[in-house]
């Protein structure tokens, strides 16, 4: 029995295989295995990659050790978790992806392995793939994830499988489980683990995806600030912490994080990565004001989709990573900065994903009410609300549902613009409400609009601004220094005749925007102009 660990830096020397690996700096992995000892740090490497979700590297690496070893059926395991891809991504699986794993799994059967706790491992991934042409994903994952628990339990020892029901309990958690009970189980199990391994990259990493959720990310700071640090050659370990990050609204430090992750992503080859994280990078941007560095990301989108077809497979973000990416960027642009008729003519370029075309369907319809244009924007409901009855056939409930909420936030917009006021907020309430009730997914860095913060807008536009500043401080609390929730509740506040808190949210843009663009937006105008009238008032 053999418990190799695959130190903070491996020398080269791997054989040539489909992805080269020279020096690599990914952290450090302790997982017994029975495999030849020839094959340990081969296996230990790609151990690491695959706690970093780099599973095209991690699918060679298994593949190098099972070649080499006929008999180590726990590579065949790790090629097959390595095949289910990102745990945390929402959407069905492909049939062929589905396929393709449960003939790993079939092969690793055959192989077998030397332990019963290895065959244990195999037989709990097999949850995954198993019946998957009549068993709904939700229930597999599920099934995976008492597997795993079964196995923890029954080895104690083993941290690995500690980590991965760890996993299991956070990816496998109800988006509409407020109480976060699963977050909170297996966030336990990953600092106790992480105390003893502090340079384990799966603790780390896993620690920000459980607490990935607003009232849990604070907890996640720590994991955030030092992933990224143990494992600097994963392309997703540095763009990880600004999901902490942007929880948190730290912006800069999203910035900078996704401006590493990109490049490393961008020499990889890893395209679906890249467009992730710039998806990232400029939402951080557009609410730090830093609209020109937005702008040049946006720019730069039509070449990064132009190297989709050459994009090395199997990254951390998968295929609807990138499509969502790339359709939420120039929606994210326009409809950030109130650029309303822009958001009306953005281009929608289909997508396998009904989800991925909501997003520009989503911004056109609130760029046509907003500026005047009804007929784009009724135009872009009647799409909404396909897109949603489309999903709810296709079995996925949780898209559904997302894009079910814009339909109603579009919809309220659009009964504004016709003057039917009790209709618009109504239907926005509603949508904020039921917005409350579920989480976002991985996939985004925040919602392109958040529908409570858009009913701050409508009760502003309304004249009712005391209920406005109501709604933009609900908002803050879920999404933390939002430039159009701040600054909404900068107005709210003025219109109200509360002179002393409109100041506060003025001081508090500005603050958040001190790398904003010199003009900047008409917000910012007016948070500089009632700061130095109340410096002038103190002289």
Not at 299 to 307: E, N, Q, S
Not at 328 to 353: K, M, N, Q, T
């Amino acid at each position: 029995m053999f418990a190799f660990a695959f130190s903070l830096v491996l020398a080269g020397g791997m054989p040539a295989q489909e992805h080269q690996h020279g020096a690599s700096q990914l952290g450090t992995v302790h997982f017994e295995n029975s495999c030849d000892p020839v094959v340990q740090p081969a296996f230990a490497r790609a151990m690491a990659l695959l706690h970093s979700f780099e599973f095209g590297p991690a699918i060679d690496g298994f593949t190098s050790v099972a070649h080499k070893d006929r008999t180590c059926g726990i590579a065949l395991w790790g090629i097959a978790v390595a095949q289910w891809g990102n745990p945390f991504s929402i959407g069905r699986r492909p049939s062929a992806q589905l396929e393709a794993g449960r003939s790993t799994i079939e092969r690793a059967r055959a192989v077998g392995a030397k332990t019963a706790r290895e065959r244990e491992y195999i037989e709990a991934a097999s949850a995954l793939y198993d019946g998957f042409k009549t068993v709904d994903q939700r229930t597999r994952m599920i099934r995976y994830r008492d597997a795993m628990g079964r196995l923890s339990a029954g080895n104690p020892g083993d941290a690995e499988a500690a980590a991965f029901y760890a996993l299991a309990l956070a990816f496998a958690a109800d988006p509409a489980d407020k109480t976060y009970a699963d977050q909170l189980k297996a966030g336990s199990i990953l600092e106790k683990l992480w105390q003893a391994q502090p340079q384990h990259p799966g603790l780390a990493h896993y620690i920000i995806h459980t607490y990935d959720v607003p009232a849990l990310a604070p907890r996640a700071v720590d994991a955030a600030r030092r992933y990224a640090q143990i494992a600097p050659d994963a392309p997703h370990a540095l763009h990880m912490p600004s999901h902490t990050f942007t929880r948190l609204g730290y912006w800069q430090d999203s910035i900078d994080t996704n401006i590493l992750s990109a490049a490393a992503a961008r020499e990889a080859n890893a395209t679906f990565e890249e467009l992730h994280a710039t998806d990232y990078e400029v939402y951080a941007y557009l609410q730090t004001g830093q609209d020109a560095a937005a702008k040049r990301l946006v720019d730069r989108l039509p070449g990064m989709v132009a190297r989709i077809g050459t994009a090395a497979a199997a990254s951390a973000a998968p295929p609807l990573a990138g499509s969502y990416a790339a359709a939420a960027i120039p929606a994210r642009y326009a409809l950030e900065r109130g650029a309303w008729a822009d958001a009306a003519r953005l281009g929608v370029h289909p997508s396998p994903f009904a989800y991925v075309d909501a997003i520009t369907w989503f911004a056109r319809a609130l760029g046509g009410a907003r500026s005047g244009d009804a007929a784009t924007a009724r135009a872009a409901v009647a799409e909404l609300q396909r897109s949603a009855a489309r999903l709810a056939r296709e079995n996925e409930p949780y898209w559904a549902e997302q894009v079910a909420i814009q339909q109603l936030g579009a919809s309220a917009w659009l009964a504004l613009a016709e003057s039917r006021s009790a209709e618009a907020l109504a239907a926005m309430r509603e949508a904020a409400d039921r917005e409350d009730r579920t989480e976002k997914s991985a996939v985004t860095p925040g919602p392109l609009a958040p529908a409570r913060e858009l009913l701050g807008e409508m009760l502003l536009q309304l004249g009712q601004p005391k209920e406005a500043l109501a709604e933009f401080q609900k908002t803050m609390a879920k999404e933390p220094n939002r430039f159009r929730g701040i600054a909404g509740a900068a107005r709210a506040a003025a219109q109200a005749g509360d002179t002393p808190a409109s100041r506060r949210y003025y001081q508090q843009l500005l603050q958040i925007c001190a790398r904003a663009d010199a003009s900047g937006r008409p917000e910012l105008q007016a948070a500089r102009a009632a700061v130095k009238t109340v410096e002038q008032e103190d002289r």
